[in-house]
């Protein structure tokens, strides 16, 4: 298991941004896809985006063309920029860590999440 500790979260207004990042325990962190996913009250958890251990992104269709995924394998670092923020991404934010490549293949890792609020 790989612990992620997550920060950046915070109150902001529509239309605002913030950064998110997520710092993860391990010394092969290029070998994880590395994916930031949501739970707003009352509703499931679903992904945001996420980036492969080659650099290839993915993201849900609401944060298309707002959000961005990026990741720095020195730092074991991986990052959201959120910008043009709508009330609805309101939601606490989790970091997840899947094994792509041994000898992690397989596994999954998620952190505490960090809390945005986006005020009307």
């Known amino acids: 298991q790989v612990q992620l500790v997550e920060s950046g979260g915070g109150l902001v207004q529509a239309g605002g941004s913030l950064r998110l990042s997520c710092v993860a325990s391990?010394?092969?962190?290029?070998?994880?896809?590395m994916g930031w996913y949501r739970q707003a009250p009352g509703k499931q958890r679903e992904p945001v985006a996420t980036v492969t251990s080659g650099d290839n992104t993915n993201y849900t269709d609401s944060v298309k063309g707002r959000f961005t995924i990026s990741r720095d394998n020195a730092k074991n670092t991986v990052f959201l920029q959120m910008n043009g923020l709508r009330p609805e991404d309101t939601a606490v934010y989790y970091c997840?860590?899947?094994?792509?490549?041994?000898?992690?293949?397989?596994?999954?890792?998620w952190g505490k999440g960090t809390l945005v609020t986006v005020s009307s």
């Open positions: 391990t010394t092969i962190f290029s070998r994880y896809t």
């Open positions: 997840n860590a899947q094994g792509s490549i041994w000898p992690v293949a397989g596994s999954n890792s």
